[in-house]
């Protein structure tokens, strides 16, 4: 059972319930690829063994003692956690060194809700420092490598998430999304990105970078392995006040139905396309452009139509989320000032000195300038000017996207310009913040989105594809990317470190 790791969800359930293996099998076998080849990835920031071969074992004692599982159908398999989600016991950091210290008293409504379906968290996932950036660097706790070609960031700033999955750590992996922090890791390795509908999915316990626009996502090998997680993760939590009280479909259900209903031919006749112009713009890489055309092609010759729609320029949406996010990261990035948990500077001379240090030696880089950014636009006298003007053209984007929506059914696009770049490269901020071009609109209009594999550059690199549905078609959108999976064997192709056996 050398390959377990190469298995579906819906196989791994399979091969539980026949009882070919057992949970602590399972749990072991991913542990012991974690032991020995992480140390060149650096997904995880905590392992969690104990705990892990504990649940294992309490998984395999409820399925052998005929116990009623209809409520917990992930019962035994294993998962892990992007570091921002709070869990009970087990260290917090969000990537940070502010929160190097961090065991939260309670655990995130994610974590509750996947662990009562059953499902084993193995432990913690490298991030970027609390969920600033794209490419995984801006972590304390060390850049993450891309097991496509170790050479290379996975993306970020869900990067530990994506890399762990693409290696072969777990089948699946929670992440967070607030400007396409799992779509575009998705896309640098090779993998299926999911991030629900605004409000779907409860941030109760989740370490709140933009709370306007952060929304709990998964990540797995498909389309049909993060509908598995989603299920459990989705819901009304009046801890959330975001969060929306609306029935959850069964995402697995669904899809499966789709497959089946499908034509074999034609499976998506009737689907609308839309094909926005601004998201072939400039600085587009060409190898990106001309996969995510033959993708495009290829949902045609499977029945889609393609249709031309509008969308706001990229560039204003992008000036608005960089404005905006920092915002809101300013004020939820105020709580952490060395009094009540967390990093506290030595010795300090009086309450100003604490609050001035603690904040200068716990924060990296990245998140220093996101705080000052936003804090200068919501200052006396630049409030109006930035602040206001900024949430005035959110919806002018919110607009544009629903009137983009009354001629097509889902719109595609690159996920990012680019693909898997070198590590160390050092990008400056503007320049890593435009490869946020393609994804940050649907954060502003709190819209579901996908990034799924659409095919590799001439250097072996996977390029995503990214489909944007309108609000709450969260299960359209994993039904469409489904069924073009049923028809492509992009998704299926392992990274070389997902190939490597221990
Ligand atoms: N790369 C974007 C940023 O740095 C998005 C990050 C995210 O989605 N968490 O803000």
Redesign the pocket.
């Known amino acids: 059972m050398s390959d377990l790791h190469h298995l579906s969800i819906a196989q791994l359930i399979d091969g539980l319930q026949s009882q070919h293996f057992s949970s602590v099998e399972l749990t072991d076998h991913f542990l012991k690829r974690i032991n020995t080849l992480d140390k060149d990835i650096n997904s995880f920031i905590t392992l969690d063994e104990d705990g892990a071969r504990q649940a294992a074992k309490d998984a395999d004692a409820k399925r052998s003692s005929g116990a009623d599982l209809a409520n917990t159908p992930l019962l035994g398999v294993p998962m892990a956690h992007k570091d921002l989600f709070c869990t009970k016991g087990v260290l917090t950091t969000s990537g940070s060194k502010m929160l190097h210290n961090f065991v939260s008293p309670y655990d995130a409504t994610v974590v509750s809700n996947i662990r009562n379906a059953g499902a084993i968290s193995l432990g913690k996932l490298n991030m ?1 420092e609390f ?4 490419d995984n660097e801006s972590s304390f706790y060390g850049a993450v490598h891309n097991p496509w070609d170790t050479s290379r960031v996975p993306g ?2 869900s990067g530990g998430s994506a890399a762990a999955v693409a290696a072969g750590f777990v089948p699946f992996a929670t992440g ?6 799992i779509r ?1 890791p998705a896309s640098f390795c090779g993998l299926t990105g999911m991030k629900p509908t605004y409000g779907r999915v409860s941030r109760f316990g989740m370490i709140a ?1 933009a709370s306007s626009f952060d929304q709990a996502s998964t990540i797995g090998r498909s389309a049909e392995d993060c509908a598995y997680l989603l299920h459990p993760m989705a819901g009304y939590d009046p801890r959330d006040a975001t969060s929306i009280d609306r029935e959850v479909p069964n995402y697995v259900a669904d899809l499966q139905a789709a497959a089946e209903k499908a034509d074999a031919d034609k499976p998506f006749a009737g689907l609308r396309i839309g094909v926005a112009k601004e998201y072939f713009g400039s600085g587009l890489d060409s190898e990106v452009e001309s996969t995510v055309r033959a993708a495009l092609k290829q949902y045609e010759d499977l029945g889609a139509t393609i249709v031309e729609v509008n969308i706001t320029d990229p560039e204003i949406t992008l000036a608005t ?1 960089y404005m905006l ?1 920092p915002a809101e990261a300013s004020s939820n990035l105020s709580r952490f000032d060395g009094v009540r948990f967390g990093y506290r500077c030595e010795d300090p001379k009086d309450l100003a000195d604490l609050y001035t240090r603690t904040r200068s030696e716990g924060f990296g880089t990245e998140v220093q300038r996101r705080i000052l950014m936003g804090t200068y636009a919501l200052s006396a006298g630049y409030f109006d000017a930035y602040y206001t003007k900024a949430q005035k053209v959110r919806r002018l984007i919110l607009e544009d996207f629903k009137k983009a929506f009354e001629s097509c059914d889902v719109i595609a696009s690159p996920t990012a310009p680019n693909t898997a770049y070198e590590l160390n490269t050092a990008l400056d901020p503007v320049t ?2 435009l ?2 071009v393609y ?2 609109g649907v ?1 502003l209009a709190g819209l579901p989105a996908i990034s799924m594999p659409a095919g590799f550059n001439q250097a072996g690199l996977p390029i995503g594809l990214q489909l944007i549905g309108n609000h709450w078609d969260d299960s359209k959108l994993l039904t469409t990317a489904h069924l073009f999976q049923q028809h492509t064997d992009y998704h299926t192709k392992l990274s070389p470190v997902a190939q490597t056996g221990v």
């Open positions: 970027d969920a600033m950036g794209s970020g700033s967070s999304d607030t400007g396409g922090s575009q970078y989320y996010a890593m913040y490869g946020d994804t940050i954060n």
